[in-house]
């Protein structure tokens, strides 16, 4: 009889990163606004630029019209302060949970009324920076929740995200050390701890 050892149920193979961006590719035009997004933002990093990164937005996105409505409306904001300010929106597609339940964002399901579904939540993440950079000219930023997942994003974002649960892992810490967009770390969550202790 054949021991079971793990609780783990696999439902279908998830593609190769290149396969999905073989499938779901950047337009040319997409390409070359990426390049000069990349080079503004690396100018700012590397003192070439006296202007300001402003990276904002909602910490998820869960649903893609109202994503696009939002970057929408910072197009015009941009455009009145682009000799100051770069934006970078937030397009945070992952829910990070501290005990592991409840929604997890367009990752794990694009649709929040249906069941969770890991290969059409990639898909849509895929789809939603490609249209952002595509529609808006913008560049985008996503928190890497999964180091694992960063590959099918690795030719969209601009800006990635290391967030609190996660900044003292060391795979987290590896694979940010090669990639080649600035990364943003929080402070992780016992810092917090122990600043709550020292005021209280």
Same mark, same amino acid.
Do not use: W
């Given at each position: 009889m054949?021991e079971?050892?793990?609780n783990?149920?696999y ?8 396969? +999905? ?13 990426? %390049?000069?997004n990349d ?10 630029s006296n202007?300001? +990164?402003?990276i =904002? ?5 869960d649903r893609?019209e ?15 302060v682009?000799?100051k300010?770069i934006?970078?929106?937030?397009i $945070? ?8 339940? !409840?929604y997890? !964002? ?21 789809? =939603? ?12 930023a996503?928190?890497?929740? $999964?180091?694992e997942?960063?590959? $099918?994003?690795?030719? +969209?974002?601009?800006y990635?995200a =290391? !967030? ?8 987290h810490? %590896?694979v940010?050390?090669?990639?080649n ?5 929080k402070?992780p ?6 600043n709550?202790?020292k %005021?209280?």
């Open positions: 054949e079971k050892t793990t783990i149920t439902k279908r193979k998830l593609p190769e990163p290149e396969e +999905l961006r073989n499938e779901m590719p950047l337009s040319q035009k997409g390409k070359e606004t990426k %390049l000069q080079k503004e933002i690396e100018d700012v990093f590397k003192g070439k202007k300001f +990164l402003l =904002i937005g909602p910490c998820s996105a893609v109202p994503v696009m409505d939002y970057i929408n409306r910072l197009v015009p904001i941009q455009e009145d682009k000799d300010i934006i970078i929106p937030r $945070y597609t992952g829910k990070p949970r501290t005990i592991g339940v !409840g997890k !964002g367009m990752l794990h399901q694009p649709d929040p009324t249906k069941e969770p579904d890991l290969y059409e939540g990639i898909k849509a993440i895929r789809s =939603i920076h490609k249209r952002v950079i595509e529609e808006t000219g913008f560049g985008t996503d928190e890497m929740l $999964y180091p997942n960063y590959r $099918y994003l690795s030719d +969209l974002l601009s990635v =290391i !967030g609190a649960r996660s900044v003292e892992n060391q795979q810490r %590896l940010s050390s090669g990639i967009v600035p990364v943003g770390m402070n969550t016992s810092r917090r701890f122990i709550y202790a %005021l209280n």
